[in-house]
């Protein structure tokens, strides 16, 4: 079963630094990629989708990456603000279907 | 925008009794899924669903159970709810269309088995 891991689990930043969330995976065969912010007690939100063909995808201060012969993602945050403060979780989609979920990384963005 | 609405933000229930949770998305997703997040286990698949009345087993589905008899419906059945089914459940969906393979999430339901 494919395993995903995101690196750091925790993260508190400055506002306005650039940062960077890890995601690997253990099996390169994938349909794509996504990335979701979820905010306390709340359901998730999609954020960036990089299909297996792509390499980047971009969304405002948010950039996604894909290198699938590594087995890694990484979401690049820009100019980080207070709002920003969420739990990030990386899924892969190995077979069209369900996704499998990292654990995430918890976001601090301190004033 | 896509939709997918949870019948309860929270719910408390005894243990033994039958519970339902409801899940309803408006983009006629082909889709749908129903995960549990724990504390330090991360976002699980109970059960997931391609089609109306097709259901497929997730990693965790003992304990419960599902039911689509329409396309934008899919209800999970906690037969004899226990204090282990504590969780937050989140439901999703995912289809066809300008994006294909994006999954969204309904807002979850807090259950607390006592």
């Known amino acids: 079963k494919q395993e995903v891991t995101q690196i750091p689990a925790a993260l508190s930043v400055p506002e306005g630094e650039n940062l960077v969330l890890n995601c690997s995976f253990t099996?390169?065969?994938?349909?794509?990629l996504q990335w979701f912010r979820q905010d306390p007690g709340k359901g998730l939100t999609s954020l960036l989708l990089?299909?297996?063909?792509?390499r980047e995808q971009t969304s405002g201060r948010l950039n996604a990456s894909l290198d699938k012969s590594s087995g890694r993602s990484t979401l690049y945050i820009a100019a980080s603000q207070p709002g920003d403060s969420a739990t990030y979780l990386c899924?892969?989609?190995?077979?069209?279907?369900?996704?499998?979920f990292g654990k995430g990384t918890s976001l601090l963005v301190t004033p | 925008d896509v939709k997918v609405t949870q019948s309860s933000r929270y719910l408390v229930k005894r243990t033994g009794e039958k519970v339902f949770l409801e899940c309803v998305q408006d983009m006629d997703h082909e889709n749908m899924f129903w995960y549990r997040q724990d504390p330090g286990l991360g976002l699980r698949l109970i059960y997931f669903s391609y089609d109306v009345k097709m259901k497929e087993k997730g990693d965790i589905p003992e304990g419960y159970s599902v039911s689509r008899e329409k396309k934008e419906r899919f209800s999970l059945i906690l037969e004899s709810a226990s204090t282990n089914q504590t969780s937050m459940y989140l439901c999703a969906s995912r289809g066809s269309g300008s994006k294909p393979y994006e999954q969204y999430f309904g807002p979850g339901t807090r259950l607390t088995v006592t």
């Open positions: 899924a892969v989609d190995p077979a069209g279907y369900a996704l499998n």
């Open positions: 099996d390169s065969a994938i349909y794509n």
């Open positions: 990089i299909q297996s063909s792509q």
